[in-house]
């Protein structure tokens, strides 16, 4: 019986010492060696009739001395993270982490404001749910008038005008100067060149749709005060008439001569005389 009972036993020590061999990149070599203490000891009491101890003993040591070397082997992964040892570089990563090549954790990207653009990248963290962002996550300002576009009614303002809350132009305010748009001479006909640029002044009064503008022509200081008075008046009707005709709305539009009054430069030279003939188109109500 006792026989048949040390062959039981060395066959389940046996399998489990097999499965530790097979399997040692999951268990430890000194649990490999506490089963090999096992078989060994039990194949030498299922050997050795007389109950000797140092016969047992010995086999014992034995025994584990080879599961060690069985389970020492195959490359091993104490930390379960799939990384065999020799290659973890952070050997003690807790279960359950995910992990990169190295067997070390991979970074959390966070995007705490759920903006599009990660923490470590966004300028603007704490932004508002559904606001368009750029690719620093601040919040878009395409014209720069200190109104994000999420907010701007007039997504067009040009540089340096003054703007309400929603981003129109603040009553009062030039919304553009338009120099070079001139005219036959000593006529309100626009040349081709002028037609050009207040193309411009349609595409800006496109994108501030909310906006009424008067449009102000000015001349210099050649010719009588009351010619150029009357001049100016016809030019910035021309004007109208042409922004009209290119889809501006009449209701927004009106129109005023300043003649020579409102110089912005020197009348005594060509240059100056070139500023002062000019064509504002000023935010009314």
Known sequence: MKRFNSAVFLLIAGLMLSGCASTGTNMHPAVCALLGTAVG??????IDDGDHDPVIAGGAMMGAAVGYLLCSRGPHDSDGDGVTDDLDQCPNTPAGTEVDATGCAVPVVLDSDGDGVNDDQDKCPGTAAGTTVGTDGCPLDSDGDGVIDDNDQCP?????????????????????????VNFAFDSDELTAASKAKLDEAVATLNANSLVNVKV????????????NQSLSERRAAAVVDYLTSNGVSGSRLSSAGM???????????????????????????
């Open 216 to 227: 102000v022509g000015h001349t210099d200081s050649r010719g009588s005060e009351s010619y």
């Open 259 to 285: 003649g020579e009054s409102q110089p912005v430069a020197d009348n005594s030279t060509k240059e100056g005389r070139y500023q002062n003939r000019r064509v504002e188109l000023v935010v009314v109500e």
């Open 156 to 180: 067009g303002t040009p540089a340096g005008v003054e703007v309400e809350a929603n981003g129109c132009p603040k009553v009062g305010e030039t919304l553009m100067t338009l120099e070079g």
């Open 41 to 46: 000891g039990g194949a030498a009491a299922a």
